[in-house]
Protein backbone atom coordinates (compact mmCIF):
# COMPACT_ATOMS: atom_id res chain seq x y z
CA UNK A 1 0.00 0.00 0.00
CA UNK A 2 1.15 3.41 -0.78
CA UNK A 3 2.42 5.50 2.18
CA UNK A 4 0.76 9.00 2.42
CA UNK A 5 2.43 11.88 4.48
CA UNK A 6 -0.65 13.22 6.13
CA UNK A 7 -1.12 16.79 6.71
CA UNK A 8 -3.24 16.19 9.78
CA UNK A 9 -2.60 13.27 12.41
CA UNK A 10 -6.37 13.95 13.44
CA UNK A 11 -9.15 12.38 11.72
CA UNK A 12 -11.48 14.36 10.18
CA UNK A 13 -15.09 14.37 9.68
CA UNK A 14 -16.34 14.84 6.10
CA UNK A 15 -17.79 17.82 6.95
CA UNK A 16 -14.75 19.31 8.46
CA UNK A 17 -12.61 18.01 5.22
CA UNK A 18 -14.93 19.52 2.62
CA UNK A 19 -14.92 22.61 4.26
CA UNK A 20 -11.22 22.68 4.84
CA UNK A 21 -10.51 21.30 1.10
CA UNK A 22 -12.67 24.54 -0.34
CA UNK A 23 -10.70 27.05 1.33
CA UNK A 24 -7.07 25.22 0.61
CA UNK A 25 -4.87 25.99 -2.04
CA UNK A 26 -3.49 22.42 -2.09
CA UNK A 27 -5.74 19.45 -3.03
CA UNK A 28 -5.99 17.11 -0.41
CA UNK A 29 -7.56 13.53 -1.04
CA UNK A 30 -9.49 11.74 2.49
CA UNK A 31 -9.37 8.00 2.79
CA UNK A 32 -10.70 6.25 5.90
CA UNK A 33 -11.27 9.74 7.41
CA UNK A 34 -7.70 11.22 7.12
CA UNK A 35 -6.47 14.13 4.56
CA UNK A 36 -3.63 13.02 2.14
CA UNK A 37 -1.40 15.80 0.62
CA UNK A 38 -1.93 14.94 -3.38
CA UNK A 39 1.77 15.31 -5.31
CA UNK A 40 2.13 17.62 -8.12
CA UNK A 41 2.14 16.32 -11.49
CA UNK A 42 4.43 16.64 -14.53
CA UNK A 43 4.04 17.79 -17.81
CA UNK A 44 3.05 14.68 -19.84
CA UNK A 45 0.60 14.34 -16.83
CA UNK A 46 -0.79 16.63 -16.99
CA UNK A 47 -0.59 16.89 -20.76
CA UNK A 48 -2.32 13.21 -21.39
CA UNK A 49 -5.13 14.68 -18.94
CA UNK A 50 -6.30 17.52 -21.06
CA UNK A 51 -5.76 15.28 -24.29
CA UNK A 52 -8.24 13.23 -23.26
CA UNK A 53 -10.55 15.45 -21.49
CA UNK A 54 -10.32 17.09 -25.42
CA UNK A 55 -10.51 13.85 -27.33
CA UNK A 56 -13.74 13.31 -25.10
CA UNK A 57 -15.30 16.57 -25.64
CA UNK A 58 -14.45 16.84 -29.21
CA UNK A 59 -16.65 12.91 -29.78
CA UNK A 60 -19.24 13.51 -27.35
CA UNK A 61 -20.09 17.66 -27.42
CA UNK A 62 -22.58 17.72 -24.03
CA UNK A 63 -20.46 15.29 -22.57
CA UNK A 64 -19.53 16.36 -18.89
CA UNK A 65 -15.68 15.76 -18.24
CA UNK A 66 -14.22 16.80 -15.24
CA UNK A 67 -10.19 16.65 -14.87
CA UNK A 68 -8.34 16.86 -11.49
CA UNK A 69 -9.88 18.84 -9.52
CA UNK A 70 -12.93 17.83 -9.05
CA UNK A 71 -14.13 15.14 -6.62
CA UNK A 72 -15.28 11.58 -6.78
CA UNK A 73 -17.16 10.25 -3.71
CA UNK A 74 -16.42 6.73 -2.93
CA UNK A 75 -18.40 4.55 -0.36
CA UNK A 76 -21.14 6.72 1.05
CA UNK A 77 -18.83 9.94 1.93
CA UNK A 78 -16.36 7.58 3.24
CA UNK A 79 -13.25 8.36 0.51
CA UNK A 80 -13.00 11.47 -1.65
CA UNK A 81 -10.62 11.59 -4.54
CA UNK A 82 -9.15 13.44 -7.60
CA UNK A 83 -9.53 10.90 -10.34
CA UNK A 84 -7.15 12.44 -13.38
CA UNK A 85 -10.30 12.61 -15.43
CA UNK A 86 -13.75 11.71 -15.14
CA UNK A 87 -17.01 11.18 -17.08
CA UNK A 88 -20.22 11.76 -14.91
CA UNK A 89 -23.33 12.46 -16.85
CA UNK A 90 -26.16 11.00 -14.47
CA UNK A 91 -27.80 14.58 -14.11
CA UNK A 92 -27.63 13.88 -9.91
CA UNK A 93 -24.37 14.98 -10.09
CA UNK A 94 -24.69 18.60 -10.80
CA UNK A 95 -26.21 18.99 -7.44
CA UNK A 96 -22.70 19.52 -6.14
CA UNK A 97 -19.89 21.75 -8.27
CA UNK A 98 -17.17 19.85 -6.32
CA UNK A 99 -18.46 16.36 -5.64
CA UNK A 100 -19.45 14.07 -8.19
CA UNK A 101 -21.05 10.66 -7.07
CA UNK A 102 -22.27 8.78 -10.20
CA UNK A 103 -19.03 8.58 -12.63
CA UNK A 104 -19.25 5.90 -15.37
CA UNK A 105 -16.11 6.56 -16.11
CA UNK A 106 -12.93 6.75 -14.56
CA UNK A 107 -8.89 7.61 -16.33
CA UNK A 108 -6.23 7.46 -14.52
CA UNK A 109 -2.57 8.72 -16.12
CA UNK A 110 -0.10 6.55 -14.10
CA UNK A 111 3.22 6.33 -13.65
CA UNK A 112 6.28 4.38 -12.02
CA UNK A 113 5.64 6.44 -8.65
CA UNK A 114 1.61 5.80 -8.89
CA UNK A 115 1.19 2.39 -10.92
CA UNK A 116 0.56 0.30 -8.13
CA UNK A 117 -1.39 2.38 -6.20
CA UNK A 118 -3.73 3.37 -9.29
CA UNK A 119 -3.77 -0.35 -10.37
CA UNK A 120 -4.98 -1.81 -7.13
CA UNK A 121 -5.84 0.04 -4.36
CA UNK A 122 -7.13 2.75 -6.03
CA UNK A 123 -9.22 0.36 -8.22
CA UNK A 124 -10.50 -1.24 -5.18
CA UNK A 125 -11.82 1.87 -3.89
CA UNK A 126 -13.42 2.76 -7.26
CA UNK A 127 -15.25 -0.45 -7.67
CA UNK A 128 -17.73 0.40 -5.22
CA UNK A 129 -18.77 3.45 -6.62
CA UNK A 130 -21.97 1.57 -8.53
CA UNK A 131 -22.08 3.55 -11.57
CA UNK A 132 -18.53 3.06 -12.35
CA UNK A 133 -18.68 1.31 -16.13
CA UNK A 134 -14.84 1.72 -16.63
CA UNK A 135 -11.67 2.35 -15.25
CA UNK A 136 -8.93 3.15 -17.63
CA UNK A 137 -5.36 3.33 -16.89
CA UNK A 138 -3.23 5.37 -19.11
CA UNK A 139 0.78 5.24 -18.91
CA UNK A 140 2.56 8.83 -18.60
CA UNK A 141 5.75 6.79 -19.65
CA UNK A 142 5.41 4.63 -22.28
CA UNK A 143 2.13 4.08 -25.06
CA UNK A 144 -0.24 1.93 -23.09
CA UNK A 145 -3.51 1.42 -21.97
CA UNK A 146 -5.25 -0.72 -19.74
CA UNK A 147 -8.72 -0.97 -20.35
CA UNK A 148 -10.87 -2.25 -16.98
CA UNK A 149 -14.93 -2.47 -17.64
CA UNK A 150 -17.94 -4.02 -15.49
CA UNK A 151 -19.79 -6.97 -17.12
CA UNK A 152 -23.18 -7.86 -17.36
CA UNK A 153 -22.54 -9.89 -14.29
CA UNK A 154 -21.10 -7.38 -12.27
CA UNK A 155 -17.44 -8.87 -13.00
CA UNK A 156 -14.56 -6.82 -13.55
CA UNK A 157 -12.06 -7.79 -16.48
CA UNK A 158 -9.78 -6.08 -18.54
CA UNK A 159 -8.10 -5.48 -21.96
CA UNK A 160 -4.24 -3.37 -22.83
CA UNK A 161 -3.96 -1.75 -25.89
CA UNK A 162 -0.56 -0.47 -26.48
CA UNK A 163 0.34 1.80 -29.81
CA UNK A 164 0.30 -0.49 -32.36
CA UNK A 165 -3.36 -1.09 -32.04
CA UNK A 166 -3.30 2.59 -32.87
CA UNK A 167 -6.67 3.26 -30.84
CA UNK A 168 -8.75 2.02 -27.85
CA UNK A 169 -12.40 1.54 -26.33
CA UNK A 170 -13.87 3.90 -23.84
CA UNK A 171 -17.41 0.89 -23.58
CA UNK A 172 -19.29 2.57 -21.54
CA UNK A 173 -19.68 5.57 -24.17
CA UNK A 174 -19.12 3.45 -26.89
CA UNK A 175 -16.39 5.93 -28.56
CA UNK A 176 -12.45 4.98 -29.06
CA UNK A 177 -9.68 7.18 -28.29
CA UNK A 178 -6.93 7.55 -30.35
CA UNK A 179 -3.73 6.89 -29.38
CA UNK A 180 -2.22 9.80 -30.65
CA UNK A 181 -4.78 11.76 -29.61
CA UNK A 182 -4.08 10.74 -25.95
CA UNK A 183 -0.04 11.20 -26.50
CA UNK A 184 -0.11 14.33 -28.41
CA UNK A 185 3.17 16.50 -27.50
CA UNK A 186 4.42 13.85 -25.23
CA UNK A 187 7.71 12.78 -26.06
CA UNK A 188 9.18 9.52 -24.55
CA UNK A 189 12.75 9.19 -23.30
Given at each position: MKEYALTDTKPMSVE???????????RHE?????LISMPGTTDDHNDICFNIKSALKQILKNLRVYTESVKAQIQDQRDYTYPDVMVAPDPRDQE?????KYPTVIFEVISKTSRLEDSTDKFIRYKNIDTLQNY?????????VEVRYKTAEGEWEASAYFLSDEKFPVPALSVYL????????VVFL
Amino acid sequence: MKEYALTDTKPMSVEEYIEFEERSELRHEFIDNQLISMPGTTDDHNDICFNIKSALKQILKNLRVYTESVKAQIQDQRDYTYPDVMVAPDPRDQESKYIKKYPTVIFEVISKTSRLEDSTDKFIRYKNIDTLQNYILVDSEKAWVEVRYKTAEGEWEASAYFLSDEKFPVPALSVYLKFEDVYEGVVFL
